[in-house]
């Protein structure tokens, strides 16, 4: 039964990263399995690294560490969600994109509740870190960078270690990041084109970026969690802007120019996002948010 309820987990994740402006690593915090998250990555980038300093015995006891019955299903479920929803969520992002912008900030802000709860220091401190990566938050996903159209090898490591990054975030996507810093269609163009050197180069900064990463949110969550919480919380509520129901171009969800809204929507809207909010409450005080499988 915990595997299952593991892949039902990794489902959800999945689901996530296939919206802009919602990552796996929100619905990771709501579930309550964040800290795990980053720990077990932090353990198989850990024992990747000894491997690539030909450390063989370093690497198997690493590997030995990892919660493989925590990690494996939660993998498996992210990959049958993209498999299995990629192609309805597109559609429904594309023909409904008021309702799915209003069902997923609500999702949002029924995260922020949910992760209050673990937020163990309420200062001023901590309240002025959140307030001020959620406006830092807000402005940067204002930004985009004008498209690359011939980047270079070392432009796409940094832009592999950037997005990856971004995905282990709440409320940022490593979709956004390439757009910000201009890498999206470039690399859309490559994985249509099969350039192979690039994609190596793009994957070798994804890989190096989640092993750095991985290693100081891991440290930072042992040693200073009411600032990280903070932040996460902040990153989230910035991240609203992202899912804003009506972008002055009407461009769908993901647009991040804000427009006023169409009054004959709101009734609409706001059911929608009651929904979300409710949801993700309900689901973080219900079974999905206790029992590890690993333990």
């Known amino acids: 039964m915990g595997a299952v309820l593991q892949v039902v987990r990794g489902f959800a994740m999945g689901s996530a990263d296939l919206v802009p402006g919602v990552s796996g690593g929100t619905i990771a915090l709501v579930f309550g399995i964040y800290d795990d998250l980053v720990a077990e990555i932090y353990q198989a980038s850990s024992a990747v690294g000894r491997l690539l300093r030909l450390d063989l015995?370093?690497?198997?006891?690493?590997l030995r560490d990892v919660r493989w019955a925590f990690l494996v299903p939660l993998v498996a479920g992210v990959g049958l969600a993209i498999a299995t929803l990629a192609g309805i969520l597109r559609t429904l992002l594309a023909e409904r994109p008021v309702l799915m912008s209003a069902l997923f900030f609500g999702l949002i802000v029924g995260s922020i509740v949910v992760?209050?709860?673990e937020l163990d220091r309420r200062d001023l401190p901590r309240l002025v870190i959140l307030t001020a990566v959620?406006?830092?938050?807000?402005?940067?996903?204002g930004l985009r960078g004008m498209a690359?159209?011939?980047p270079g090898l070392a432009v796409m490591f940094a832009g592999g270690a950037s997005a990856i990054t971004a995905m282990i975030l709440p409320g940022i996507s490593g979709s956004f990041i390439?757009?910000?810093i201009g890498l999206y269609q470039h690399l859309l163009d490559?994985?249509?084109q099969r350039g192979v050197v690039e994609l190596a180069v793009f994957t070798a900064g994804a890989a190096t970026g989640l092993a750095m990463f991985s290693a100081a949110l891991h440290w930072l969550l042992e040693h200073h969690r009411a600032t990280v919480m903070a932040s996460l919380i902040g990153l989230m509520a910035g991240s609203l802007r992202v899912l804003w129901m009506w972008p002055t171009d009407q461009g769908g969800v993901g647009d991040v120019r804000l427009g006023t809204p169409v009054w004959a929507d709101v009734p609409l809207?706001?059911?929608?996002g009651v929904v979300g909010s409710v949801g993700v409450v309900v689901i973080a005080r219900l079974g999905l948010?206790?029992?590890d499988p690993s333990r």
Do not use: I, Q, Y
């Open 289 to 291: 948010r206790r029992g």
């Open 134 to 141: 959620a406006a830092a938050t807000f402005v940067l996903l």
């Open 115 to 117: 992760a209050s709860d």
């Open 178 to 180: 390439l757009l910000m």
């Open 148 to 150: 690359m159209r011939d």
């Open 269 to 272: 809207v706001l059911a929608a």
């Open 190 to 192: 490559v994985v249509h």
């Open 57 to 62: 015995d370093g690497a198997w006891r690493a």
